[in-house]
């Protein structure tokens, strides 16, 4: 009887014990020029057998991924090549697309990379100069539209000098130092050369060619 009993048992728990177990793996990505961009991986993700839960790191440009057992690293991967991204197995590798380089010559620094503050903003100005200050992230996609129309403009305007400030998040030092004027990405403060601040959001390429001619 005892004997029996045991039998059941351990019947029992086989019975109940899961076929598989479910794992999370990271993956980064590369190629992408946006958060929107792993946004749009981790729908796809999602729809793939054996994926339970997809998300995104914008900041590391990694995807954290709950599958089953029986899925491989290598149906991710190709998800993520299907969707036009680079992916790796593992953390540590993410980047976004580096930005394109300003013409030989151009006036432009990069005030801050790492979303440190800056200091008084009337000290990155240039005398005599439209000076731009372009507050961005790599993870944004609007900014690389203006960053872009700042790179023509260098090309015919030697009265334009560019201070490129990488937010990073919104909660940075340099977010902080801005204040509740920084609602959204991309950021413009314009002065001209007579001094006189304009600030705006949003990739308005009207909005910076008025600022760019105002007195």
């Given amino acids: 009887m005892m004997k029996r ?110 979303g440190s503050a800056v200091g008084p903003l009337e000290q990155l100005r240039v005398a005599g100069k439209y000076t731009v200050l372009d507050v961005y992230a790599d993870w944004c996609g609007p900014c690389r539209g203006v960053d872009a129309r700042l790179r023509e403009l260098t090309v015919t305007r030697t009265d334009l000098a560019v201070r490129k400030l990488n937010l990073v998040d919104f909660d940075s030092p340099l977010a902080k130092q801005l204040g509740p004027r920084l609602r959204a990405l991309p950021h413009l403060i314009v002065f001209t050369p007579t001094g006189r601040r304009i600030e705006f959001e949003g990739a308005d390429l009207a909005k910076l060619n008025a600022a760019l001619a105002a007195k």
């Fill in 5 to 114: 009993f045991g039998w059941f048992v351990l019947i029992g728990v086989v019975l109940a014990s899961p076929a598989s177990a479910d794992r999370v793996r990271v993956f980064s990505m590369q190629g992408a020029d946006c958060a929107e961009c792993g946004t749009k991986v981790v729908g796809e993700l999602k729809k793939m057998k054996g994926v339970r839960r997809a998300s995104f790191d914008k900041q590391r440009v990694e995807l954290t991924v709950t599958v089953s057992d029986a899925t491989p690293d290598d149906a991710v991967l190709a998800t993520i090549a299907k969707a036009g991204y680079v992916g790796f197995s593992g953390p540590g590798k993410g980047a976004y697309l580096p930005h394109p380089d300003y013409p030989k010559g151009a006036d432009v620094r990069i005030a801050t990379h790492d």
